[in-house]
């Protein structure tokens, strides 16, 4: 933190490089204020040494402010895999419904990256609202379509379609 707040020592390389910091850039261009908080809350997820206790209140903070959408869509432009999870993580965790983004969280769970499938999982586990026949469908047909190496989880991954 000293380093941000002295520009000599300032080296905006360390931003990038995980062992300093876990930066997560959520880009804020016409975000209302609602928005701002939300991704300011987001971001909270990914400070270091952050305890147990605190991404609980971080949780219930995101479920208040009906963060579903800002979820997703930073999950989409996060390319780090260890940030997607994180997020995903946060989506399950916050008991948010993300019946309007079911079949995304389908395709996360196709993935072949075991703990981002993983995750995905649980979020349409935990998921509130039981989506359409139709929206089972497909779903069952992008699992059935899935070229990922993760085949414990998509055979877990349809048994919960199939339950729908």
Not at 33 to 61: P, Y
Not at 106 to 127: R, S
């Amino acid at each position: 933190m000293k380093e941000l707040l002295n520009e000599e020592e300032f080296d905006p390389k360390k931003l990038f490089d995980k062992k300093e910091y876990n930066t997560l850039i959520i880009g804020r261009e016409g975000f209302t204020k609602g928005e701002n908080d939300i991704a300011d809350v987001l971001e909270s997820l990914f400070e270091k040494d952050i305890t147990r206790e605190m991404r609980e209140a971080i949780f219930a903070r995101l479920k208040e402010m009906n963060a579903v959408d800002m979820l997703v869509s930073t999950i989409k432009e996060t390319k780090d895999k260890e940030q997607q999870i994180l997020l995903t993580e946060a989506c399950w965790e916050s008991g948010l419904d993300f019946k309007d983004h079911y079949l995304f969280f389908v395709e996360l769970a196709c993935t072949d990256h075991f703990q981002l499938a993983h995750e995905a999982i649980t979020v349409l586990e935990y998921n509130e609202t039981r989506p359409s026949p139709e929206i089972l469908k497909t779903a069952l047909d992008m699992v059935n379509a899935s070229k990922s190496s993760q085949q414990v989880l998509l055979d877990e991954l349809k048994a919960l379609l199939k339950e729908g």
